[in-house]
Structure formats: C-alpha cells, structure tokens
C-alpha cells in the first residue's frame, strides 16, 4: 500500500542497528505499525512483536502481517464447507475467486467516491471508476455478511479487509494518498479490481505469539508490559492520517452506521483519530507521555530530520527516560516520498531526507 512513512525501504538499516544494539531476540513493540513492514521484519528475525497503531486499516494489515502464522483455510463460506486435498474448507485463493466474482453493486463507495453516485457525482470525486466502485461494494459488504452470520473469525475477516485495502488503493485515482483524487482517469485506475494473496510472516527461531492492536500508542505500550526493544515510528509532520487515508479507514470499519462526510474529497468524521504527535505544540508532551508509560531495555525512535521535534529535544528526553551515556544517534538518506511534483502550489525544498534513529538503553 502506498503510504506515507512507510519504512520498507528502510527495513535493512532499521534491522542492522536493531542486531547491533541487541544480538539475540526477545520481546518487541511496534505501537505505530502503520503498513506493518517493520513489525513483520522483526517477528521473520524471531521476535516476539506486539503492533499496534490508531487506524482501523492498519489492524487489519498488523492482523494479516503480524498476529497470523500461515495462511488460513476458510472452513465455511457462501460456497459452502467442503474438503479440497484432503484438507477441510475453501482455500484463501478460493475465496477471493469467489469476491472477484461478484457483480458490481451500488452501496457507499459507489455513491460518494464515484462520479456515478450522486454524491460522488454533485462532488465531482473520482476516487474510483463506476465498475470499481461497485465492486468494492459488492466485496466488503459479502464480508460484512459472512462475518455477522458467523462464517469468519475476526482474524480471517481482517485478512478479507486488508486484501481488499490493499486490491482497492492500486486502483485509486490518486498520486498516492486520498487527501485529493485526480481529475482525468489515471492508466491504474482504469484496471479492473484485482484480489491478490497477502502473505502472513512466519514465526521463526521460536518467536513467541504476536500480536495486532488498535489503538492509542501509549496504551499499547503498558499493556505490553516489560519488554525488549520499543520501536517508535510516530508521526513527524502536521499531516493527520484520518484526512489522508480515510477512504481506506471506511473500507476496513466498514459503514454500518453510515458516516457523515465533508468536505470535496468526502472527509470522515475523524476527531477521534487525529494524534497529538502531528500537533507543534503536543508532540514533545506525547513522546514523554509514552516513555514514562513504558517499561523497555531498548528504545529506538525513528524520526525524519524534517519533523516538529528537533533532534536536540528528542536526545534531551531520551537521554532524560534513561541512561544518558547510552544515548546515541546515526541516521541515513532516502528519496521523499512525493504524492506529487512541484508545480505553482508547491516546490519541494529537496528530493532525499534522513531518517535519524535515536537510541537509548535503559538499566
């Protein structure tokens, strides 16, 4: 998934400095998981991970990534239980053939985030063509209606939703984030919805069981308890997710009770998601917060050189939650990522930033 902060790229150097700091494998907490890749690297290195974060969308990738083993049989489904090799149930691959099948219908997407609703239409969004609307649709609401018959768990429904955050974003008329749409239709967007199979990560050399969470990060951090390495990956900049991301967050909650939505680009409601770490005057206050919440040997905070933190206050409070001598800082260039290019609204002041890891150990 496309996603702003995502560490993918930077999952080998997060990795190296993590087996400097400590050799051997333990207890791990990731509370801002986001598309999960730093909490599914470690969980492959043997970590026992417990994710977290705030959006309904990134549960159900930290579900998908991090809290299953293996790839799930369905044992029931509206094609009904059978045996396949000798093994009970529908394979994954089978039911998303089944999805993909669905006709199109005209529900919540279809009428707000297509030019065909008339929402959609009044708004001029073009988030999605009419067939793709319709299709996401069709497939969420058959998994809302095998999840209340009782024919999923709440771990293979998140692994439904996160296919098809996942299918729904490479067909999105966007540059990479939902706060706008494009107003021609984009080669991408002109495909046909696609499931593909997300794989879950494999516990290795005897990994504990990992964990997935919603949640505020503070929370998550001391209900862990004592743990290893705390791995912190806030938000840097005023950007607030819910507005950037809120298409994918309605597809992963769902609209049972049907939200109002505002603004051109048809906006949640989303108060209850908008984080202190994207706030000048909240984030040092935050990060204080959760450190004094947190019972940790290891903390690695990874933080972009842009951010509303400086690096001199961040070392301040580090330095402060633990042993100062320890206190050590390395960083490295990466591209930006750019939703966009400059233009007349918008010149970025350059192309590469640093990711800056800071580290400090406590007794």
């Known amino acids: 998934m496309r996603y702003i902060g995502n560490k993918t790229r930077l999952v080998p150097f997060i990795l190296d400095v993590v087996r400097r700091l400590e050799p051997s494998v333990g207890v791990a907490c990731d509370p801002f998981a986001g598309t999960a890749s730093v909490s599914r690297a470690l969980k492959r290195q043997g970590w026992t991970v417990h994710a977290g974060d705030l959006m309904a969308f990134s549960y159900a990738l930290q579900v998908t990534h991090v809290e299953l083993d293996r790839t799930p049989r369905f044992p029931v489904s509206a094609l009904g239980a059978g045996e396949q090799g000798g093994r009970p149930g529908l394979s994954y ?4 053939r089944e999805l993909e099948g669905l006709p199109p219908a005209h529900g919540f997407i279809s009428e707000h985030y297509s030019p065909d609703g008339l929402a959609g239409g009044r708004h001029g969004r073009m988030y999605f063509t009419p067939e793709n609307a319709g299709l996401i649709d069709a497939i969420r609401q058959r998994i809302a209606e095998w999840r209340a018959e009782g024919l999923l768990d709440p771990a293979r429904c998140q692994l439904l939703l996160a296919t098809l955050v996942e299918a729904a974003d490479r067909v999105a008329n966007t540059t990479g984030v939902y706060a706008s749409f494009v107003k021609s239709w984009q080669p991408n967007a002109c495909r046909r ?6 794989r ?3 516990r ?3 990994g504990g069981r990992c964990t997935a969470h919603r949640g505020e990060a503070a929370g998550r951090v001391a209900a862990v308890g004592t743990m290893d390495l705390l791995y912190l990956d806030p938000p840097y900049n005023e950007r607030q997710y819910p507005a950037y991301y809120h298409i ?15 603004g051109k680009t048809g906006l949640i409601p989303d108060e209850d998601l908008r984080s202190d770490w994207c706030r000048r005057d909240r984030c040092e206050a935050a990060l204080r917060e959760l450190l004094g919440r947190a019972d940790a040997r290891h903390i690695l905070l990874s933080y972009n050189d842009e951010g509303l933190l400086a690096p001199e206050v961040i070392a301040d409070v580090l ?3 633990g042993d100062a001598d320890s206190y050590r800082r390395t ?3 990466y591209r930006r990522y750019r939703s966009d290019g400059d233009g007349p609204g918008r010149t970025y002041r350059r192309d590469r930033v640093r990711e800056q890891l800071h580290y400090v150990k406590r007794p």
């Open 93 to 96: 691959a089978a039911i998303l």
């Open 193 to 198: 919805l696609e499931l593909r199979q997300l």
């Open 200 to 202: 879950p990560t494999s």
């Open 204 to 206: 290795r050399n005897g």
């Open 248 to 262: 994918p967050e309605l597809i992963a909650s769902g609209w049972d009770d049907p939200p109002e939505l505002r």
């Open 319 to 321: 330095r402060e939650t």
């Open 331 to 333: 960083g490295t260039d």
